[in-house]
C-alpha cells in the first residue's frame, strides 16, 4: 500500500486546511486509516482514526475534537482531515497511515503499518 498527503502548508491561525492522502495497492475500503502528526523535537502522535467504511466510526484525540474532522471517499481510495480553528500547536508534518491488521488498537504508531511520507503543516500566529 502506498499512501501520498498533500494538503499541507502556511497558514495563520483561526485558519483551515485540509489534507488528503491518496492510497494506492491493497484493498483500501478494507482498512481504517488514521492521522498522527510529529513537530519538531516530539514524538508522532494520534489526531485522528476512521473506520474502514467511515461514517460516524471515528476517533480523536482530545485536543482536536470539535475542530478536526477525518473523513473517508473509498470510491477514490483517499481518507481526508478537515482542520479549523487552527493553532500554532497544531504545527507538525502530518502523516496519514493505514492498519491492515485490524489489531484492535488506534492510537500508537504501532497500530499501523503503511505511512505516507508526512505534509508540512504550519499555523502562524
Known amino acids: 500500500v502506498q499512501l501520498v498527503e498533500s494538503g499541507g502548508g502556511l497558514v495563520q491561525a483561526g485558519g483551515s486546511v485540509r489534507l488528503s492522502c491518496a492510497a494506492s495497492?491493497?484493498?483500501?475500503?478494507?482498512?481504517?486509516m488514521g492521522w498522527f502528526r510529529q513537530a519538531p523535537g516530539k514524538e508522532r502522535e494520534f489526531v485522528a482514526r476512521i473506520s474502514s467504511s467511515g461514517g460516524s466510526s471515528t476517533r480523536y484525540t482530545d485536543s482536536v475534537k470539535g475542530r478536526f474532522t477525518i473523513s473517508r471517499d473509498n470510491a477514490k481510495q483517499t481518507v481526508y482531515l478537515q482542520m479549523n480553528s487552527l493553532k500554532p500547536e497544531d504545527t507538525a508534518v502530518y502523516y496519514c497511515?493505514?492498519?491492515?491488521?485490524w489489531g484492535g488498537g488506534y492510537y500508537s504508531t504501532a497500530d499501523y503499518d503503511y505511512w505516507g511520507q508526512g505534509t508540512q503543516v504550519t499555523v502562524s500566529s
Open positions: 495497492g491493497g484493498t483500501f475500503s478494507s482498512y481504517p
Open positions: 497511515a493505514a492498519d491492515s491488521r
